[in-house]
């Protein structure tokens, strides 16, 4: 197809110029040409790609929801982990460490 779209622009018209029409479909073709031998050389050519791409979308998405929950966690964590020795230091300053033992 790509063959006989430049074959026909390479005609000359009256004003040796070429059609605006036969320029776009031959970058057209030539596109989807470039995009379907740039998919097959990742792999992605094949008739199951869309749901390969579908699957590694849900993985990426379950991969960022784990690490900010991590994270959340983490900091829940520092940040009780930092009150309860607040605390601690409290306790001991007004002397109620004596108290408790």
Do not use: F, N, Y
């Not at 059609?19 to 992605?44: C, Q």
């Not at 390969?52 to 929950?69: C, F, I, M, T, V």
């Not at 009780?80 to 033992?101: P, Q, T, Y």
Request: hydrophobic letters at 55%.
């Amino acid at each position: 197809m790509l063959a006989r779209l430049i074959a026909q622009a390479e005609l000359p018209r009256r004003h040796g110029g070429v059609h605006l029409v036969t320029l776009r479909a031959i970058v057209e073709e030539a596109s989807e040409l470039g995009a379907a031998r740039a998919l097959d050389r990742l792999g992605l050519g094949d008739t199951q790609a869309e749901e390969d791409l579908g699957e590694l979308r849900e993985l990426l998405s379950a991969w960022r929801d784990a690490k900010a929950s991590a994270w959340k966690a983490a900091i829940d964590w520092l940040v009780k982990g930092v009150l309860a020795l607040l605390l601690v230091g409290l306790a001991l300053r007004l002397g109620l460490g004596e108290v408790v033992s």
